[in-house]
């Protein structure tokens, strides 16, 4: 009688252990979602501003042909415009990183159910959970042995202390370094977001956001009208990642260092060749309205 006692104190007491590990794993999960979703909102917002903003530059570039003294207040507009964009994506990054943060929290929660599946008995006479005396592996009166007792609490273990997510190192991470630089753009400070950009590439260039990093730098050569390195950077970009989602708005920054470079003619070719290989794209959009003025 001691022992079913003792036996059933022992489940009793793990049970709750591995309720109080879900339970709070569950926690988590809910308040991840909620801050994907606050995430989503934002970005939605911002992309709204975005699409005005381009609507406003767009009259104003219209306007400039008889206006030249416009000229400052449609540089600043531009200026807001990729500031708005750059938010946009520092927004996306943090999605992915929310994402990553999901997938590690339902792989711990699995590595925590399937550690309490190997110390609980199993049902119909495998264990001793029922009404009847212990009965353990066919045998009447039977325990679980120390050595399955202390199995399981090695198994709980290691799914409380072996399991933690692969983001909870304080490490840098390279999102963390895109980000760095995207808040460095979004803050003004066109000159050290370009070489952050440069230095997120060169660290990590098997990345999947090198084609990002690449537009980003690009767009700092061409707000700080450095249109040669402009010009490189983006036919870089278009050449090394043509199917990139980043390449067509790249190829719109191409053309702006074209014409301030002098070559009007080059820049029409390149809106021509963005509606041309990009006709979903919203920069095809924006290519021939562009057209339309030029």
């Given at each position: 009688m001691k022992t079913t006692f003792k036996s059933s104190y022992f489940l009793l007491v793990l049970s709750l252990l591995c309720a109080g590990h879900v339970r709070a794993s569950l926690l988590s999960d809910?308040?991840?979602?909620?801050?994907v979703a606050d995430l989503k909102s934002q970005q939605t917002v911002l992309s709204r501003q975005q699409q005005t903003m381009d609507e406003r530059v767009t009259r104003m570039e219209t306007a400039l042909q008889g206006y030249p003294d416009l000229v400052m207040r449609l540089d600043s507009m531009s200026q807001d415009l990729a500031q708005i964009r750059g938010r946009i994506d520092s927004l996306a990054n943090q999605l992915d990183v929310e994402d990553k943060?999901?997938?590690?929290?339902?792989?711990?929660?699995?590595?925590?159910?399937?550690?309490?599946?190997?110390?609980?008995?199993?049902?119909?006479?495998?264990?001793?959970?029922?009404?009847?005396?212990?009965?353990?592996?066919?045998?009447?009166?039977?325990?679980?042995?120390?050595?399955?007792?202390?199995?399981?609490?090695?198994?709980?273990a290691v799914a409380d202390n072996g399991s933690k997510p692969e983001n909870a190192s304080d490490a840098k991470t390279p999102s963390a370094d895109y980000d760095a630089a995207l808040s460095v753009f979004n803050a003004g400070n066109y000159v050290k977001s370009r070489k952050l950009f440069e230095a997120f590439v060169k660290s990590n260039p098997d990345d999947d956001k090198v084609p990002n990093a690449l537009y980003w730098i690009g767009m700092n050569q061409l707000l700080l009208k450095d249109y040669k390195g402009a010009r490189a950077t983006n036919q870089h970009l278009y050449k090394s990642f043509p199917d990139s989602a980043k390449t067509p708005d790249g190829l719109l920054n191409l053309?702006?260092?074209?014409?301030?470079?002098?070559?009007?003619?080059?820049?029409?070719?390149?809106?021509?060749?963005?509606?041309?290989?990009?006709?979903?794209?919203?920069?095809?959009q924006k290519a021939k309205a562009r057209l339309r003025q030029h």
């Open positions: 809910e308040e991840a979602r909620q801050g943060r999901f997938h590690d929290l339902y792989m711990d929660l699995d590595s925590r159910l399937k550690a309490v599946e190997t110390v609980l008995p199993k049902p119909e006479g495998a264990g001793s959970i029922s009404g009847s005396p212990g009965v353990a592996n066919g045998k009447e009166g039977a325990v679980p042995s120390a050595g399955t007792a202390e199995s399981g609490k090695n198994s709980l053309a702006a260092a074209w014409l301030g470079l002098g070559e009007p003619a080059t820049a029409k070719a390149t809106w021509k060749m963005i509606i041309a290989k990009y006709p979903d794209s919203s920069a095809a």
